[in-house]
């Protein structure tokens, strides 16, 4: 296979300046025209881009970075997938200050390259998001994806180690020195430096002299402050990368405007700007604005700050948007979500491997015990094994019973980032909305006018109802997600079955939905409103409740996927009072259970799916909740139309 170089990191290492590679990227170019085989394609377009990074700096065409999107899915590689998105992300987008594009990118690289645990490009990945974090003054965002970063170094034998390694160190440092936190940032930028040295030829000395300066300063020492943004500025002017640049005189104009070095400031705050411009960079542009709206502030020109206050609120705007802001709160929770589908499906898996040696030892005891059963010789050493053996079955009944209950929170767990995403967005709708009638507030209550600001008082405590009912309602559902999760405390108390049926039927379906996106059914629910609340442990007949709903829902979509004429899966769940007894039915119109079956269902480890789908203890879990509970779990079918399971709990 032909080598591809990945160097995802360089953007954000300030780019390795090279000059005078213009010869090199018109041969590539040459070599481009000419070739035909995509994969050659796709190296020559890689090294062409990172040649462009170095005699042009980070302003890379986006085309070259799109033809290799086009190659990667042609292919369909997951790590040319991962080269291209990093690519458009860093290159192209971060550099353009595309904030919310740019984490687009980064996360749809994210899950290829996690896919064959390529840790260099997941860290460099990592760190990119911090750096788009790190521009939206999101610290708390920024210092979880530099972390995440840290964690996927790759080995120290690695030939980019140190390169990775000062990345992490560099957006630590300027982590802390954002809090003001001088100590930990002089110790960050110490290790830095120690790494640089390791490592040279490279152009992160500008980031290195830029931190320097800026702890120095922060620690009030002017004169090593002063000394290291002169290095650095000299080396600045080196130095392409937009990233870099933004660093550097993000930390140096502030130090020259706090010594009232006001004409300097002015300088670097307009070559700042420019550079904005030249780059179509906001978060540079920005940058630019608002020091040139403090140099005119301080010399008391009143018009051109207005004029670059303008353009700074003009920036900020289109940077910080509603649709911008949504797109990045989306971004970040979708990457959450997939990341808790991949930790349910990596514990369910455990779970079935712990059933399985579970399994494999409990033949081994019966066989030994069968043994030493019939050799009278050795009859007192029989009666050990068998206690021994009676110990290890009870052990071993505990553990399924919690890996069957785990690998139905996993179920679940998708279904429940579903669920509270709902009221997590109210909350955050009428919070935006509340802090927009408090602006209105303020501006009645200084024209005095009391009518209108009663009236918005009255909209704000209305919002903050809404926002404490849908907060409440988040609360339970993580409630009743921990009562599913923890051990059960066997104490009967009451419990409002048509609340508990009804919340277990949408987690269900929303977990299934989250594993297979294809999957698709129409449920109903048919509740007897008159039903008082039963005695009952929530947390037991909670799961049995969630085992027939997801039993029902799997049966529907194995009929739908042999295509019959006219065929819709549905799921009835109902309930009601008769004779004395609380009835819950959870009916499908699947294929039925044939004969065969039917008298083995409620047995311990039968179970009719494929291997790996299914433990075999859930209906017989069930039945035993079910009978301590008093009451009664039956089930009836007609092959090829459905089936129909009923709890019988008897009303104390």
Known sequence: MIRVITISFLVTLSGITCYGQTPVADSLKSVLLIEKKPLVQFDVL?????????????????????????????????????????????????????????????????PYAQKHNDKRRISSLYFDIALVYFDLQDLDEALSATRKGGQNLPDKSHDLYDFMLMQYLGNMTDYFLRLKEVDSAFHYVRELSHTIEREQGTSYEAVVYSLNGAAYALAGKMDEADTEFSKALIEIGLTKSTTTNSLFYGYYIPFLLAHNRIAEAG?????????????NNNNLKLAGAGFLRQVFEKRNKIDSAYYYSQLESSVNAEIFSRSNRNRIQALAFNDQLRAMEAKAREESYLNQLKLYVSLTGLGLFTIIAFILYRNNQQKQRVNQVLETTLSNLKSTQSQLIQSEKMASLGELTAGIAHEIQNPLNFVNN?????????????????????????????????????INHHGKRAGDIVKGMLQHSRSSSGVKEPTDINALADEYLRLAYHGLRAKDKSFNAKFETHFDESLEKVE??????????????????????????????????????????????????????????????????????????????GTGLGLSLSYDIVKAHGGELNVETKQGEGTIFMIKLYIQ
């Not at 190659?71 to 353009?96: R, T």
């Not at 007894?581 to 008298?599: A, H, R």
């Open 46 to 110: 890689n090294n062409l881009i990172l040649e462009m990074v170095g005699w042009r700096g980070d302003n890379v065409d986006s085309t070259y970075c799109i033809r290799m999107l086009l190659i990667a899915q042609e292919l369909k590689q997951d790590s040319l997938l991962a080269i291209s998105y990093n690519w458009l992300g860093s290159f192209f987008y971060l550099n353009k200050g595309d904030n919310a594009t740019a984490l687009e990118y980064f996360y749809k690289a994210l």
């Open 267 to 279: 300088i670097q705050a307009h070559t700042l700007l420019q550079l904005g411009i030249h780059y």
């Open 536 to 613: 009952v442990v929530p947390q037991d007949i909670g799961r049995v409740i969630l085992n027939l709903i997801a039993n029902a829902f799997y049966v529907v979509a194995e009929k739908k996927k042999q295509n019959p004429e006219g065929y819709e899966p549905t799921v009835i769940v109902s309930s009601r009072k008769a004779d004395g007894k609380v009835e819950v039915s959870v009916e499908d119109n699947g294929s039925g259970i044939p004969q065969n079956v039917l008298d083995k269902i409620f047995q311990p480890f039968f179970t009719t799916k494929p291997t790996g789908q």
């Open 430 to 466: 009428f919070s935006e909305v509340n802090n927009e009638l408090l602006e209105e507030l303020k501006h009645e209550l200084a024209v005095d006018s009391k009518q209108s600001a009663e009236e918005i008082l009255n909209d704000i405590k209305s919002n903050s109802d809404k």
